[in-house]
């Protein structure tokens, strides 16, 4: 040390006899870090760039069609509150991709991981707290413009009882988005420590298997075999949603022809949707199982 | 403040641990041995991640098995990887990491700027730690082990990739984390000699087994030894064994330095490793370089490395002693 820095050594060490607010804590504190470093919180100015553009985008259309009610006077919002996520999968889809890998691929690549599991949080209050932050971030996004929406709908005077129901069942509906699409991006991010593959890797699950779905849904529906339509809705976590909120939501299907799922199909989808959320925590479980020190 | 009773770790293809069984006393410890001899290994269980195959561990009195969370609350760790994301800076870094260890906000700030002044870092500590040298990484992994006061520290190599002026700062910073601060610890390394200078006790373990567990005290004893290279004269091809052969008449112990890589590296089998008796060991040495007319290309004093621990015959009847510092 140079002589000129003794003087601050001097002080002496001071030892911590303060509370030591153990695991619980420790969650909740990583919970709150994780959720506001998925908006660029804390983070440096341009990690905030990305994610609060993509805030706007999502509010954007909410306003406008607030806007439009208002002045023009209509009857009903030009979106019911359970499309409006599914509209708007795109911006939700590049949120997720985006901020998925920030949350658990640089922990894997800057192997801080090992400083984690060193203390007293453990496996489990880790994957807990990233997937709770990742799924509320996504329930941000994805119910503030809902909000929007129900805050208009009561200033054009809509029907209150009607509105609150249709908020209610949006809520819900977001809710499930929120963790599906939060389990299936970080486990996905979560394979790799390099960030650019996280990315690529869950767009390429939101959109390939979107993708591939619709095609399906369009051959199936040019056939007129509309049974197969519903069925086909499983295979990719959009229209999964889809059929679940059309099937318990009162929800409009935005399946080709409305050919949404019957109720009987609809616990199929529940059935799956469930599956996936545990399935990604489970999975995720597994994935740090290794990666302690 | 740590005691294993034949603790043993085994991998499906390799022993990592084979019936270690050491009591570690507070102050300052060096964990000595090869890449491989099981170290990181003995820290994992330590830290209550890793279970035992058999045998039995405690740490500050708690059992290892079954009280790994209150362990982790009261021990620090150094891994010796990097571990440090570049685009944070230490102060924030250092801050969350407390809070993980369960500290309030303010406290965990506080504690945060304690512990980097006390690790010498000051304003750089608000800058993104990418542009921060390995010396200055170093310090702060050792501070994130440190902030939140615990009663011993885990330090992983913490001199690894350290130029020799910031190996002295480190081990300086390491014996002040016992003397001035109170924190025991025990700290890894595969160089026996940097730790002679910092810790009151050395454990050696090779291959998972206890070697030698003694005092600083002990080790300094018997160090010394001279590292003596020379040249090939026309009356002697073979200088090296030339000198070996008077040294040995002359009564010194004289070993040839083959084992050793940091020789072999240098290209010769020419070394040779004399025993240091005293100060006219150096005088018989030169005189029998002068004697055979052989040019002497080095003649220096050499840390011990733990190849020399085997050779050691007294360390087989240490194996298992356990004496404080």
Known sequence: ?293 | MIATESLSKRFPRVTALDRLSVDIAPGVTGLVGANGAGKSTLIKILLGLSPATEGRAAVLGLDVATEGAAIREKVGYMPEHDCLPPDVSATEFVVHMARMSGLPVTAARERTADTLRHVGLYEERYRPMGGYSTGMKQRVKLAQALVHDPQLVLLDEPTNGLDPVGRDEMLGLIRRVHTDFGISVLVTSHLLGELERTCDHVVVIDGGKLLRSSSTDEFTQVTGSLAVEVTDSEAYPDGTAALGGALAAAGLIVQPMGRAAEFAAAGSGHVLLVDVTGDDTYDTVRDAVTDLGLGLVRMEQRRHRIAEVFQTPGSAQERGSSDAA
């Open chain 1, 1 to 293: 040390m140079a002589p000129a820095q003794d003087v601050i050594h001097n002080i002496g060490y001071r030892n911590y006899a303060g509370a030591r607010l153990g695991r619980a804590y420790a969650r909740r504190a990583l919970f709150s870090q994780s959720l506001r470093g998925a908006y660029g919180l804390g983070r440096s100015a341009k990690s905030k760039v990305l994610p609060m553009t993509l805030f706007g985008v999502m509010c954007v259309p909410a306003a406008i069609m607030v806007a439009v009610t208002v002045t023009a006077k209509l009857s009903k919002l030009p979106l019911e509150y359970t499309r409006y996520a599914i509209v708007l999968q795109a911006v939700i889809g590049l949120f997720l991709a985006a901020q998925a890998p920030q949350s658990v691929s640089r922990d894997l690549r800057f192997k801080t991981i090992p400083l984690y599991f060193s203390r007293p949080i453990e496996r489990v209050d880790y994957v807990v707290a990233k997937f709770a932050a990742m799924a509320s971030a996504l329930f941000v996004l994805t119910a503030t413009p809902l909000l929007i929406l129900y805050v208009g709908a009561l200033l054009a005077k809509l029907d209150f009882a009607a509105q609150t129901k249709g908020f209610a069942q949006g809520l819900v509906s977001v809710v499930l988005l929120s963790f599906l699409f939060a389990g299936l991006g970080l486990v996905v991010a979560a394979l790799t420590p390099r960030r650019g593959f996280g990315v690529a890797g869950v767009i390429a699950l939101l959109m390939i298997s979107y993708g591939a779905v619709s095609t399906l849904q369009a051959i199936a529906l040019d056939r007129d075999t509309t049974d197969a339509i519903a069925w086909f809705g499983l295979f990719s976590p959009v229209t999964v949603v889809d059929g679940v909120q059309t099937a318990f939501l009162s929800a409009t299907s935005a399946f080709p022809g409305h050919h949404g799922p019957s109720t009987g199909q609809g616990v199929v989808y529940l059935a799956v949707l469930l599956a996936l959320i545990a399935g990604s925590y489970g999975l995720l479980m597994r994935r740090y199982r290794k990666a302690g020190l």
